[in-house]
């Protein structure tokens, strides 16, 4: 894991006092609301329903024990005892105070955690591979490449008064599980003739207007990107749209210039940008990978588990994920219990979190885009005991990509923007579908909710999306199919008029049903059904009248 | 009225109107007080000295004529848009040493970035407190990444 | 129908209600506006000591106001998935 040099310590210190100094002017008056929300945005404290949302930074969702001991602390100093795992592989606090919010980013600066630009209209967070280091089929681990851009997107000068938000990905591996195809940027590593360099899409994204991005670039070198990135975002930050919100991601530049049009604008940016010696030398590539080099493996571990308890057997078939090393396996800790609050977790499972990656995983933890955690590096010998421990605090749901790992995003339980509120829809449609015999039976099949049309919640890219809108005050549900994020991306389509909350969970499982029917056999997923047979089947289950059977 | 967050518009404000706040200089040489005129209307009158280049304006369209200015004002009529930062920092890309201001709603919280993309004078709408702005910009030690102030970024210094 | 004043504090981001004289965690305790609702909002704007400030729609009910919208009975009582951090003597935002 990356670890903090005096540099890094001084540019976190520094941005504490002066939030501090920002915070301390707004309270006396100094600077209105208005000049004072930006500042508090570029620090990830929005203002939510109820109270203050403190927006945390997981760099490339990557935390250390220690990291995640100290998010327990302050979910139980600062908050009401529980943080909410994202999307975008950060965690958010629900119930901050603007007064102790100085105090508690002080805290988080002592294990080398900060709040930099999760809010804003700059380049944000960036995320990447949960599975990066451990994949068995990467081309190296993209993590260095993801902290040489945090780096260089910290604090930068000309890119943080963007025409809006800007997220980046970065991914080694084909499989993708980080959406790549729908950020501002995605880069994907990749190796041309022995040399390590990436492909680069531009132009993805969700919201209102959902994209995929487009492939601008089949390779830059490791040593150019950054250089790269810069002329992306120069041309963007001159060209972006300004004039109406709704059409500032950079996507919407994309898609009126048109990808060539983009690319050869960007590439005519870099070529004056290469020469100014903008990308890192040679030595600091060097020195941020050595930081990321392998755990010291047991080469001894033995490579078979005792799959005797059915009960550990069905967790180690779904939440368990091949490693590249013999003798190691990637665990995922669900953060989906059936009936629970998709990516909440509370104090007390943060420190048992903490002390497992500990004893179990060479202290690292992942954060992933499905709100779930991940221990990278596990012995498959310390599986049982890593399951025992689990399964007592109610974090050994093995529930991994089935119908109730639901993605949902806090919705109008929380959020200032929404139409409808997320998480009872995901708590009833899990609820519905708690059996296991059940679940799998369906396999594969992501359910993403938003509950307004920024799509924090994915669901364009939900195998079954439900968006939350309004109507006449009330809340109700639109249902959409066929969106994926990984490799295959693409969006999912309105199936018809929308729904009410219950309405919507009964919709789901028709539409379900529907799935169960038409399937070409038992390992053809949703997806792949839905992309085979079209909507028709699901809007004839859904839609047909009332007494009609199919 | 509901908080649109950070959804807010970023552009589209009227001009700032001009003021009387005294310019904040980082240079030694004494400032330029004459004329400034718009981008557009420059080429007519190829013997000005100081050009006003506006967000939408295309800095580079000043490179062929960047021996003959003295001051290339950028303005900023909404701090919010950062157009500015990249024709501040293309200009001194482009080999421009003369003297570049930056003129509008400047704020204390974006001086210290405003002067490293290449801002040297600021004629901000609302007076700045000197000593709050020294503040700020003293108050990040170290960069990381290069732009157009010379700072070293931190890879300069970690692999010095 | 009623109209209340309703925002966040500056220093805490809680929800608070206006009473008439001050201003009020618990929604029970908000009144009626009328017609001076948009000076009070216009002067609470002014002050910038409380955030966000609205108007909101809501009926009388024997429990205390009950506002139009789902939003605004949500941040009346607090998350509907969270009934232990529910704010006392405020209407549930589901009933
Ligand atoms: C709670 C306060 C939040 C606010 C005010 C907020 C605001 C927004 C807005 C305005 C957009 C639309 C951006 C655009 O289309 O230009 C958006 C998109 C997005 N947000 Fe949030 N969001 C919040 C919470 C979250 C959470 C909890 C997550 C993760 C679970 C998240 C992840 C995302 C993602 C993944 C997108 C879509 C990707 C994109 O196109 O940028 N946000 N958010
Ligand atoms: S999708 Fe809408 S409701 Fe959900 S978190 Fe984002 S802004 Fe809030």
Same mark, same amino acid.
């Given at each position: 894991?990356?670890?903090?040099?005096?540099?890094?310590?001084?540019?976190?210190?520094?941005?504490v006092d002066e939030f501090r100094d920002q915070?301390?002017?707004?309270?006396?008056?100094? =600077?209105?609301?208005?000049?004072?929300?930006?500042?508090?945005?570029?620090?990830?404290?929005?203002?939510?329903?109820?109270?203050? &949302?403190?927006?945390?930074?997981?760099?490339?969702?990557?935390?250390?024990?220690?990291?995640?001991?100290?998010?327990?602390?302050? +979910?139980?100093?600062?908050?009401?005892?529980?943080?909410?795992?994202?999307?975008?592989?950060?965690?958010?606090?629900?119930?901050?105070?603007?007064?102790?919010?100085?105090?508690?980013?002080?805290?988080?600066?002592?294990?080398?955690?900060?709040?930099?630009?999760?809010?804003?209209?700059?380049?944000?967070?960036?995320?990447?591979?949960?599975?990066?280091?451990?994949?068995?089929?990467?081309?190296?681990?993209?993590?260095?490449?993801?902290?040489?851009?945090?780096?260089?997107?910290?604090?930068?000068?000309?890119?943080?008064?963007?025409?809006?938000?800007?997220?980046?990905?970065?991914?080694?591996?084909?499989?993708?599980?980080?959406?790549?195809?729908?950020?501002?940027?995605?880069?994907?590593?990749?190796?041309?003739?022995?040399?390590?360099?990436?492909?680069?899409?531009?132009?993805?994204? &969700?919201?209102?207007?959902?994209?995929?991005?487009?492939?601008?670039?089949?390779?830059?070198?490791?040593?150019?990107?950054?250089?790269?990135?810069?002329?992306?975002?120069?041309?963007?930050?001159?060209?972006?749209?300004?004039?109406?919100?709704?059409? /500032?991601?950079?996507?919407?530049?994309?898609?009126?210039?048109?990808?060539?049009?983009?690319?050869?604008?960007?590439?005519?940016?870099?070529?004056?940008?290469?020469?100014?010696?903008?990308?890192?030398?040679?030595?600091?590539?060097?020195?941020?990978?050595?930081?990321?080099?392998?755990?010291?493996?047991?080469?001894? +571990?033995?490579?078979?588990?005792?799959?005797?308890?059915?009960?550990?057997?069905?967790?180690?078939?779904?939440?368990?994920?091949?490693?590249?090393?013999?003798?190691? /396996? =990637?665990?995922?800790?669900?953060?989906?219990?059936?009936?629970?609050?998709?990516?909440?977790?509370?104090?007390?499972?943060?420190?048992?979190?903490?002390?497992?990656?500990?004893?179990?995983?060479?202290?690292?933890?992942?954060?992933?885009?499905?709100?779930?955690?991940?221990?990278?590096?596990?012995?498959? /010998?310390?599986?049982?005991?890593?399951?025992?421990?689990?399964?007592? +605090?109610?974090?050994?749901?093995?529930?991994?990509?089935?119908?109730?790992?639901?993605?949902?995003?806090?919705? !109008?339980?929380?959020?200032?923007?929404?139409?409808?509120?997320?998480?009872?829809?995901?708590?009833?449609?899990?609820?519905?579908?708690?059996? !296991?015999?059940?679940?799998?039976?369906?396999?594969?099949?992501?359910?993403?909710?938003?509950?307004? =049309?920024?799509?924090?919640?994915?669901?364009?890219?939900?195998?079954?999306?439900?968006?939350?809108?309004?109507?006449?005050?009330?809340?109700?549900?639109?249902?959409?199919?066929?969106?994926?994020?990984?490799?295959?991306?693409?969006?999912?389509?309105?199936?018809?008029?929308?729904?009410?909350?219950?309405?919507?969970?009964?919709?789901?499982?028709?539409?379900i049903e529907a799935y169960r029917v038409v399937?070409?056999?038992?390992?053809?997923?949703?997806?792949?059904?839905?992309?085979?047979?079209?909507?028709?089947?699901?809007?004839?289950?859904?839609?047909?009248?009332?007494?009609?059977?199919? | 009225?509901?908080?649109?967050?950070?959804?807010?518009?970023?552009?589209?404000?009227?001009?700032?109107?001009?003021?009387?706040?005294?310019?904040?200089?980082?240079?030694?040489?004494?400032?330029?007080?004459?004329?400034?005129?718009?981008?557009?209307?420059?080429?007519?009158?190829?013997?000005?000295?100081?050009?006003?280049?506006?967000?939408?304006?295309?800095?580079? +369209?000043?490179?062929?004529?960047?021996?003959?200015?003295?001051?290339?004002?950028?303005?900023?009529?909404?701090?919010?848009?950062?157009?500015?930062?990249?024709?501040a920092r293309i200009l001194r890309e482009a080999?421009?040493?003369?003297?570049?201001?930056?003129?509008?709603?400047?704020?204390?919280?974006?001086?210290?970035?405003?002067?490293?993309?290449?801002?040297?004078?600021?004629?901000?709408?609302?007076?700045?407190?000197?000593?709050?702005?020294?503040?700020?910009?003293?108050?990040?030690?170290?960069?990381?990444?290069?732009?157009?102030?010379?700072?070293?970024?931190?890879?300069?210094?970690?692999?010095? | &129908?009623?109209?209340?004043?309703?925002?966040?504090?500056?220093?805490?981001?809680?929800?608070?209600?206006?009473?008439?004289?001050?201003?009020?965690?618990?929604?029970?305790?908000?009144?009626?506006?009328?017609?001076?609702?948009?000076?009070?909002?216009?002067?609470?704007?002014?002050?910038?000591?409380?955030?966000?400030?609205?108007?909101?729609?809501?009926?009388?009910? #024997?429990?205390?106001?009950?506002?139009?919208?789902?939003?605004?009975?949500? #941040?009346?009582?607090?998350?509907?998935?969270?009934?232990?951090?529910?704010?006392?003597?405020?209407?549930?935002?589901?009933?």
């Amino acid at each position: 894991m990356y670890r903090y040099d005096q540099y890094d310590q001084s540019m976190v210190d520094a941005r504490v006092d002066e939030f501090r100094d920002q915070v301390a002017r707004r309270l006396a008056n100094e =600077i209105t609301e208005d000049q004072f929300k930006p500042l508090r945005l570029m620090n990830g404290l929005y203002l939510q329903l109820h109270a203050y &949302m403190l927006r945390v930074a997981v760099p490339y969702g990557t935390l250390s024990g220690t990291q995640m001991r100290m998010l327990g602390h302050i +979910a139980r100093k600062y908050d009401r005892g529980y943080g909410h795992f994202t999307t975008r592989q950060n965690i958010q606090y629900n119930w901050i105070k603007l007064s102790e919010a100085p105090d508690l980013l002080a805290e988080l600066a002592t294990v080398e955690m900060h709040a930099i630009q999760t809010s804003g209209n700059c380049i944000r967070n960036i995320s990447s591979d949960q599975f990066a280091g451990a994949a068995a089929d990467e081309v190296a681990d993209p993590r260095p490449y993801a902290e040489l851009l945090r780096q260089w997107s910290s604090f930068h000068p000309e890119f943080s008064f963007l025409p809006r938000k800007f997220k980046i990905a970065v991914i080694a591996t084909d499989v993708d599980r980080a959406a790549i195809q729908l950020h501002d940027i995605g880069l994907q590593l990749v190796r041309k003739d022995g040399e390590l360099g990436f492909k680069v899409w531009v132009g993805g994204g &969700m919201g209102r207007t959902p994209m995929i991005g487009h492939v601008i670039r089949e390779f830059i070198p490791a040593r150019q990107y950054l250089s790269y990135c810069e002329a992306v975002l120069r041309v963007y930050n001159r060209y972006g749209r300004r004039d109406n919100i709704y059409k /500032a991601r950079i996507k919407i530049l994309v898609h009126e210039l048109g990808a060539a049009e983009f690319t050869r604008q960007v590439e005519a940016e870099w070529a004056i940008l290469e020469p100014l010696a903008l990308d890192a030398p040679q030595a600091e590539y060097d020195r941020i990978v050595a930081q990321f080099a392998d755990p010291e493996f047991d080469v001894a +571990a033995p490579d078979s588990v005792d799959r005797s308890d059915p009960d550990f057997a069905l967790w180690l078939d779904q939440n368990v994920h091949a490693h590249k090393q013999p003798g190691y /396996a =990637i665990a995922t800790i669900s953060l989906k219990p059936v009936g629970g609050i998709p990516g909440d977790a509370t104090a007390d499972q943060m420190d048992l979190i903490a002390d497992l990656a500990a004893r179990f995983a060479h202290d690292e933890i992942r954060v992933t885009h499905s709100q779930n955690l991940v221990l990278a590096h596990v012995r498959k /010998a310390d599986l049982y005991a890593l399951w025992t421990a689990l399964e007592g +605090a109610g974090l050994a749901t093995p529930n991994l990509d089935l119908v109730t790992d639901i993605i949902a995003c806090p919705g !109008l339980d929380y959020c200032a923007l929404a139409n409808a509120r997320s998480i009872p829809v995901a708590q009833k449609i899990a609820e519905r579908f708690a059996d !296991l015999d059940r679940q799998h039976d369906i396999g594969e099949l992501k359910i993403k909710i938003s509950g307004c =049309i920024n799509a924090c919640g994915h669901h364009h890219a939900g195998h079954i999306g439900i968006l939350g809108v309004d109507k006449k005050g009330e809340e109700a549900y639109q249902l959409s199919l066929g969106g994926s994020g990984a490799e295959d991306a693409s969006l999912a389509k309105i199936l018809g008029p929308g729904f009410s909350e219950a309405g919507v969970v009964d919709a789901v499982e028709k539409v379900i049903e529907a799935y169960r029917v038409v399937r070409s056999g038992p390992g053809e997923r949703f997806l792949d059904t839905y992309r085979r047979v079209g909507a028709e089947p699901f809007k004839a289950a859904v839609y047909a009248p009332a007494g009609a059977t199919s | 009225m509901t908080d649109v967050q950070d959804q807010s518009p970023v552009a589209n404000a009227a001009p700032v109107p001009e003021t009387a706040t005294p310019v904040l200089s980082f240079r030694d040489t004494p400032l330029y007080d004459g004329p400034v005129v718009a981008l557009a209307d420059f080429g007519a009158t190829s013997n000005t000295a100081a050009v006003r280049l506006d967000p939408g304006d295309d800095a580079r +369209a000043l490179v062929p004529h960047l021996g003959g200015l003295r001051l290339i004002e950028v303005s900023f009529p909404k701090y919010r848009d950062g157009r500015g930062y990249s024709s501040a920092r293309i200009l001194r890309e482009a080999g421009y040493t003369g003297e570049l201001r930056a003129a509008g709603d400047v704020l204390l919280d974006q001086v210290a970035f405003m002067r490293r993309v290449g801002f040297d004078s600021f004629a901000p709408a609302k007076p700045l407190d000197p000593a709050r702005v020294d503040a700020a910009l003293s108050r990040y030690e170290y960069v990381y990444q290069k732009a157009a102030d010379g700072r070293p970024p931190v890879w300069a210094l970690r692999h010095g | &129908m009623i109209r209340l004043l309703t925002g966040n504090v500056l220093e805490t981001g809680d929800v608070v209600w206006w009473t008439g004289s001050n201003w009020s965690l618990a929604l029970r305790d908000a009144v009626d506006v009328g017609p001076d609702g948009d000076a009070l909002l216009a002067r609470t704007v002014a002050a910038e000591r409380i955030n966000d400030p609205a108007l909101v729609d809501a009926e009388p009910t #024997r429990d205390g106001p009950r506002p139009r919208t789902m939003r605004e009975r949500v #941040r009346g009582a607090g998350p509907t998935v969270r009934a232990d951090l529910n704010r006392p003597n405020s209407i549930e935002a589901t009933a």
